[in-house]
């Protein structure tokens, strides 16, 4: 009986290790420590974790706001090894529904990282700002991009 558990349980955890996309909820920390922000974030959560490169990767950023937020965007730098490597700026409306009323929401971004992109560890900042520029909070978390690739070399 304990043979059968056991045949039964391996190809069950193989399929849940590698043939599902995995997410993770990487660790967050505010830019300033000390500052009153007036968006948190409650966490980030990163699918498929670690990143594909040439695959869409989706990084949603849970969060709370005590007040409406009618329009803003997100400035994001990327580094690489401590060199900074790219940068983008996103409308905040295209990003989740606006006007944003107070209390929970989440920005949703997905995007495709080039098949050349270098494996390893990347840090990410990310700052949202309100239509007057006024910075409603700025969070970093490093993520991973991983060694393989589900497109097929030409």
């Given at each position: 009986?304990?043979?059968v558990?056991?045949?039964?349980?391996?190809?069950?955890?193989?399929?849940?290790?590698?043939?599902?996309?995995?997410?993770?909820?990487?660790?967050?920390?505010?830019?300033d420590?000390?500052?009153?922000?007036?968006?948190?974030?409650?966490g980030?959560?990163?699918?498929?974790?670690?990143?594909?490169?040439?695959?869409?990767?989706?990084?949603?950023?849970?969060?709370?706001?005590?007040?409406?937020?009618?329009?803003?965007?997100?400035?994001?730098?990327?580094s690489?090894?401590?060199?900074?490597?790219?940068?983008?700026?996103?409308?905040?409306?295209?990003?989740?529904?606006?006007?944003?009323?107070?209390?929970?929401?989440?920005?949703?971004?997905?995007?495709?990282?080039?098949?050349?992109?270098?494996?390893?560890?990347?840090?990410?900042?990310?700052?949202?700002?309100?239509?007057?520029?006024?910075?409603?909070?700025?969070?970093?978390?490093d993520?991973?991009?991983?060694?393989?690739?589900?497109?097929?070399?030409?």
């Amino acid at each position: 009986m304990e043979f059968v558990r056991l045949n039964l349980f391996f190809p069950l955890l193989i399929f849940i290790c590698f043939l599902l996309p995995l997410t993770l909820a990487v660790d967050v920390s505010y830019c300033d420590k000390n500052a009153d922000y007036d968006v948190k974030v409650q966490g980030v959560e990163i699918a498929p974790y670690p990143v594909v490169r040439g695959a869409p990767a989706t990084f949603s950023i849970n969060s709370h706001t005590g007040d409406e937020i009618t329009q803003g965007k997100l400035v994001i730098d990327v580094s690489y090894f401590g060199w900074h490597i790219h940068s983008e700026t996103h409308d905040l409306c295209e990003e989740t529904s606006c006007p944003v009323s107070g209390g929970d929401f989440v920005i949703s971004h997905t995007q495709v990282l080039p098949g050349f992109t270098p494996p390893g560890t990347y840090s990410l900042k990310m700052k949202l700002m309100d239509r007057k520029n006024k910075e409603l909070t700025c969070i970093g978390f490093d993520f991973s991009i991983g060694f393989g690739s589900p497109v097929a070399a030409s």
